[in-house]
């Protein structure tokens, strides 16, 4: 099955910066999903406290940090769809879920071995897939 969340947002951004390129309210009709959301990140990030992430000695710049912390949410909201499926019986109990980018082309098997219950597993994302999963 095939979940998807994402946002509308009033300056999407690459890098930090405002991106000229306007969304496309519509890309997400070329995948096969069985579940679809979109949120507003403006309205989610006018809640967020993000003073509590950004730091004077961080690494990240803060509109990296706040990028990261609309992604979080965002598997936040994909888990949201798979409990509610489930929950609502339309789905059974899935035993694995794999977050990916919506636009990440996999032409190799994915670098994670199966968790055990109850676990989570990262693949080394620097020395293998870095930027399959940052949005």
Not at 36 to 43: E, L, N, T
Not at 89 to 114: K, M, Y
């Amino acid at each position: 099955r095939a979940f998807m969340h994402t946002w509308n947002t009033s300056a999407p951004m690459v890098w930090g910066e405002r991106d000229a390129v306007p969304l496309d309210l519509t890309e997400h009709l070329l995948l096969p999903l069985n579940y679809f959301r979109r949120d507003d990140q403006d309205a989610f990030l006018a809640t967020a406290d993000l003073s509590l992430y950004v730091q004077p000695e961080s690494y990240w710049p803060a509109a990296l940090l706040r990028n990261h912390v609309c992604e979080l949410e965002s598997q936040r909201r994909a888990i949201l769809l798979v409990e509610a499926a489930v929950a609502s019986g339309r789905e059974a109990p899935f035993s694995h879920v794999v977050f990916l980018r919506p636009d990440a082309l996999v032409s190799s098997p994915l670098p994670l071995r199966l968790p055990l219950p109850h676990e989570i597993v990262l693949a080394d994302w620097e020395l293998t897939a870095e930027g399959l999963n940052d949005q």
